[in-house]
């Protein structure tokens, strides 16, 4: 089975997505992948850091907590976080539901756009994952 990975989105080896923002050439969108969401099962928390908080790329700046595990949320890019999905506090399951649209967690600032050479594109992002 195939997991989706939209072409037009950056990944990490940590199964997270970043989406550049149309408007603005420093301003992302993050979230976890349709395999992290599989992998973690219902998710039923997250605990996210506030707006203002400057992230570290390779980081943790929160977690993600399931109905199975607890995991680490990494950020794939320094800068200042600008935006957390408040309507996961609600509606955490968005996370598996829409994990690619209505289901992204936080958008961030990046400080230094350079940092986006270390993302994986689709393709690669693919062939990390396995096979079922």
């Known amino acids: 089975m195939e997991h989706e990975a939209p072409e037009d989105l950056l990944y990490t080896s940590d199964h997270e997505w970043l989406r550049r ?11 976890i992948t349709e395999f992290a969401q ?10 996210l850091p506030a707006v203002g908080t400057e992230l570290t790329a390779g980081a ?4 993600i907590e399931s109905a199975k ?3 680490e949320l ?12 408040t309507e996961l506090e609600e509606r955490p ?21 350079g940092e986006l050479d270390n993302l994986l594109d689709a393709d690669a992002y693919r062939a990390l994952i396995p096979e079922d």
């Open 21 to 31: 923002d149309a408007d603005s050439e420093d301003e992302v969108t993050i979230g």
């Open 38 to 47: 599989e992998q973690l099962g219902d998710v039923v928390y997250l605990e």
């Open 60 to 63: 943790p700046f929160g977690e």
């Open 69 to 71: 595990t607890v995991a």
């Open 74 to 85: 990494f950020a794939p890019v320094s800068g200042e976080l600008i935006g957390v999905n």
């Open 93 to 113: 399951e968005l996370v598996n539901e829409s994990p690619f649209d209505e289901g992204w967690i936080v958008r961030v600032r990046i400080s230094d756009s």
